[in-house]
């Protein structure tokens, strides 16, 4: 047969199989499943260089997790959230230009460098990183890397609460509608502040229609991030003072910046809406309105939108996944 056809043939039908087997990695004896090539004519075990290569590479993942190390693919993760190639990132941090290159294509690192690369995981110690090897870096990617690197430090001053979007997952979500979300904010938030107040005997400071407003979008924010659906379908306007659900304002507008009453019945919604406005309240919540004012018109889909228009859900998604679920 010809040699060509043969090695076409061998291709189309490799024999891969499975064999338990033992490596030492830096002194540690590995086991895990080893994949070998048997050629198909001669059943013979043939070598093959991306098997060996993929073999490589589990072994060393093992070890990795093992001695509690950064594996290739969170490597290569931590790089590229900075869009950055091999080189401009080892050197970017103080490693040898071929450095991630070797360790992303299977190369075991050093406790000492395994540290360092955490390091840059987050985006202020990055930042410093960059600034101090800035000599060694193209003024382009200098000054691309230090732009990225301050918009991801304004998110992560935006992300002020703490959630954990698996534990949120595993909850029913349904949507609401406004009135009843906005009701059991009032509810939950005015009783939250009554305790307060008898544990300290001061009079509590009841929720207000400019604070309850910011509190309806972040509710409605957070849930896009976390369910990828919206609480509530009602319309949020870009106005001066920051995000309004235009109904639920013109509700108690009357009543100015007095603060809201608990309504007379608090609503059953789903145990997801429930944990999404637990999170808010804990944690916006905290917050003056004023400040929360402040904070709004820092953040995208109110800066990005005119005066009095609609901010698209759209909008409002893209932004706090990016806050809460993509740059962490």
Not at 114 to 134: F, G, H, Q, T
Not at 198 to 218: H, S
Not at 259 to 282: C, M, Y
Not at 283 to 296: M, R, V
Request: net charge negative; charged share 30%.
């Amino acid at each position: 047969m010809d040699n060509t056809l043969r090695g076409d043939k061998m291709k189309k039908e490799k024999n891969i199989k499975i064999r338990k087997a033992s490596y030492n990695v830096k002194g540690i004896n590995i086991e895990y499943d080893e994949k070998y090539c048997i050629d198909p004519i001669t059943n013979e075990e043939l070598f093959d260089r991306e098997i060996e290569i993929e073999n490589d590479t589990v072994a060393y993942d093992i070890y990795r997790k093992q001695k509690g190390l950064l594996m290739s693919s969170e490597i290569k993760e931590i790089r590229t959230a900075y869009n950055l190639n091999q080189k401009e990132f080892s050197v970017s941090i103080g490693l040898g230009e071929i450095t991630i290159h070797r360790l992303e294509n299977g190369m075991v690192q050093t406790e000492s460098i395994d540290s360092i690369i955490r390091l840059a995981k987050e985006p202020s110690n990055m930042y410093n990183l960059v600034v101090k090897n800035s000599d060694k870096l193209s003024d382009e990617c200098f000054i691309n890397t230090t732009n990225i690197l301050k918009r991801k430090l304004e998110l992560k001053k935006h992300h002020i609460a703490e959630c954990c979007s698996i534990d949120l997952n595993e909850l029913n979500f349904e949507k609401a509608s406004v009135f009843d979300i906005s009701d059991l904010v009032i509810s939950k938030y005015n009783q939250i502040r009554k305790k307060i107040g008898e544990q300290y005997c001061i009079d509590p400071v009841y929720i207000t229609n400019l604070k309850l407003q910011k509190l309806l979008y972040y509710i409605q924010g957070i849930s896009l991030a976390v369910f990828g659906e919206k609480a509530f379908d009602s319309r949020i306007s870009a106005w001066d003072y920051g995000p309004v659900v235009d109904e639920i304002y013109h509700i108690h507008s009357a009543g100015g910046k007095d603060p809201i009453l608990d309504p007379e019945e608090v609503p059953n919604l789903s145990p997801g809406i429930n944990a999404i406005i637990d999170l808010v309240i804990d944690s916006y919540g905290q917050i003056e309105a004023t400040k929360l004012i402040d904070i709004t018109h820092e953040e995208d889909p109110w800066r990005d939108t005119a005066r009095y228009q609609e901010i698209k859900s759209e909008k409002i998604e893209d932004y706090f996944k990016k806050v809460y679920i993509i740059n962490n």
